[in-house]
């Protein structure tokens, strides 16, 4: 089974405009976290946003925050107030704390574009 | 700030030829690790090592083999390569965290075309 799964291979969104972009995972390990990387045309992949499961509170970093859902399983990434160099993949990844190993687990992916 | 250096950024060998992928970073990170990126698949982990002197094998491993060589450099070294090898292959550093809370930074890519 994946454990990560992003559903949306494409989104667009219009500037200024808030988007949504989904991502539910699949674990047992009761502690965990949960990332977002964006990766522009360029092709590096820039970290964004955490949040781990035993956050009270929803992160935010500037326009983006992350809607966690813990018993649904979801992480979905906001970003407000779209620009246009927003245009990019967007991957969600997971760490099973227990593993110890340190490693992420990647979804395939949101390709997001800003439409002006 | 440097961050997390790959070398070389773009390579095409021949089926059955080795080589080898370099990684550094000078960010003090006792973690690294070697992804590769495929179309529609998302990054899958090669191999990581947990702090220097380690190093165990990720979800894709065969294949590949790595080398810690000190703390800040982390190889990764395609004995013979085959044309399933094409990727785009990244390495990342992380620092140790409570609840491993610190994020994974990662060098710009390295594309490899086997023919």
């Known amino acids: 089974a994946q454990k990560i799964t992003q559903t949306q291979p494409g989104m667009f969104v219009q500037e200024k405009e808030a988007v949504t972009l989904d991502c539910t995972y699949d674990?047992?390990?009761?502690?965990?976290?949960l990332f977002w990387y964006k990766q522009p045309s360029s092709g590096e992949m820039i970290f964004l946003i955490y949040?781990?499961?035993?956050?009270?509170q929803n992160a935010t970093e500037g326009r983006y925050s992350l809607n966690f859902q813990k018993a649904r399983k979801s992480a979905n990434l906001v970003i407000s107030a779209s620009q246009l160099g927003d245009s990019a993949m967007y991957f969600c990844?997971?760490?099973?704390?227990?593993?110890?190993?340190?490693?992420?687990?990647f979804g395939t992916g949101t390709r997001l574009t800003v439409i002006p | 700030n440097a961050g997390v250096t790959q070398t070389p950024k773009f390579q095409v060998l021949k089926t059955g030829q080795s080589m080898t992928l370099q990684c550094a970073q000078d960010m003090n990170h006792n973690s690294m690790y070697w992804y590769r990126q495929d179309p529609g698949m998302g990054l899958r982990l090669i191999y990581y090592s947990a702090s220097e002197g380690t190093t165990d094998k990720g979800e894709v491993p065969n294949g590949y083999n790595v080398s810690r060589l000190n703390k800040r450099e982390f190889s990764l070294r395609l004995e013979s390569a085959a044309p399933s090898q094409t990727s785009v292959y990244f390495c990342?550093?992380?620092?140790?965290?409570?609840?491993?809370?610190?994020?994974?930074?990662f060098g710009d890519g390295t594309r490899l075309s086997i023919l």
């Open positions: 949040q781990g499961s035993y956050d009270q």
């Open positions: 990844a997971m760490r099973e704390h227990q593993t110890g190993a340190n490693n992420l687990f």
């Open positions: 674990t047992s390990d009761p502690s965990y976290g």
């Open positions: 990342a550093s992380s620092a140790l965290g409570d609840y491993s809370n610190q994020p994974q930074h």
